[in-house]
């Protein structure tokens, strides 16, 4: 996969879909006066779903980047939507016209992340959740870790000694053990195995098609969502009885006045860990590419570490 399609899917994988919903309503009222980016919206419904999930969806969106440019229209799992892939057109939706969007997801996404996930809600739930998050990640917070992400650093480090490897996705281990730590803390090891791999299963089935049949990966996903859930009702019950103040993520959202349900936070533990793996694995590997193709940079991030 190449850099700028590996970004592009990432961010993606993480936004799923912007639906231009305003600029839809504005066309189908003003149609004269508005056009779409090029592209084709394909059957009526089903859209363009089966071209995207029947091959590698790296192939999918290359050929329309081709075919398109940076910008396109589609129609995925029920929803007209347009692609985005330049940085310019990022800049535009998530900063500076971001008031006319409105974050949406695909049913199917929402049923696999968990409904009560910070990113489907809107009013004093998000506002609640964003702060529950954001005092969880203030450098106060996450100071006593620094030394043992520096210890999941170098160990992972060492393993890659010697292979050939694909950077993105050794840096999607290394955020993920960062993940469980911080949402954790000293409690994951315990539970790292089973989060591990019910948490991949669950992203192998995350851009499959949603059908829910035995055997699809949509079904292996949903089915590895449950035994999330499980785990982390486990997890918060220890925690109950053991009536201990913990300073990480899971700390922050079990916090007593906070009065959020077990369902509440499952769904944002493991919507966090959806927001930060691939998004800062990406950001870290284009650090890895572009620190090898400027070795004074790289010696002078070196020496300065080293200071
Ligand atoms: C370089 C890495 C990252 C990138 C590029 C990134 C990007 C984004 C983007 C584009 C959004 C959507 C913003 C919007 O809807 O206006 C977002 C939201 C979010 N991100 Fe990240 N993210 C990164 C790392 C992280 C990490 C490490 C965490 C873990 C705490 C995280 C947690 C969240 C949460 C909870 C939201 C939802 C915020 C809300 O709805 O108010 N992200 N991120």
């Not at 936004?15 to 059957?43: D, Q, T």
């Not at 089973?194 to 299963?201: A, E, F, M, S, V």
């Not at 109950?240 to 006045?257: E, I, T, V, Y």
Request: net charge positive; hydrophobic share 40%.
């Amino acid at each position: 996969m190449d850099f700028s399609s590996m970004f592009f899917l990432s961010f993606v994988a993480f936004l799923f879909i912007f639906l231009f919903n305003s600029l839809l309503n504005c066309l189908s009222s003003n149609a004269k006066k508005l056009s779409l980016p090029p592209g084709s919206l394909g059957w009526p419904y089903i859209g363009e779903t089966f071209q995207l999930y029947s091959q590698n969806p790296n192939v999918f969106f290359a050929s329309k980047q081709k075919r398109y440019g940076p910008i396109f229209k589609s129609h995925i799992l029920g929803c007209p939507c347009v692609m985005i892939s330049s940085p310019e057109a990022a800049k535009f939706v998530l900063v500076t016209r971001a008031h006319l969007f409105k974050p949406t997801f695909p049913a199917s996404k929402e049923r696999m992340l968990g409904k009560q996930a910070i990113f489907f809600h809107q009013g004093d739930y998000h506002t609640k959740l964003r702060k529950l998050v954001l005092r969880a990640f203030k450098p106060e917070a996450i100071k006593h870790i620094v030394s043992d992400i520096e210890s999941i650093a170098t160990s992972t480090l060492q393993s890659l000694e010697g292979r050939l490897i694909n950077t993105f996705q050794e840096m999607k281990t290394y955020t993920f053990n960062v993940a469980l730590l911080s949402i954790f803390g000293k409690d994951e090891v315990l539970y790292r195995e089973d989060l591990k791999r019910c948490y991949y299963i669950l992203e192998k089935g995350y851009n499959s098609m949603p059908i829910n049949l035995p055997g699809t990966l949509f079904n292996k996903s949903m089915k590895a969502r449950k035994e999330l859930a499980q785990i982390l009702a486990k997890i918060l019950s220890t925690r109950r009885q053991m009536k201990l103040d913990h300073n990480d993520l899971l700390g922050s959202f079990m916090g007593d006045q906070e009065g959020l349900t077990d369902e509440q936070i499952a769904d944002n533990i493991i919507g966090v860990i959806f927001a930060a793996r691939d998004t800062t694995a990406s950001v870290l590997t284009w650090i890895v590419k572009y620190l090898g193709e400027n070795p004074s940079v790289l010696q002078a991030v070196t020496v300065r570490n080293q200071t």
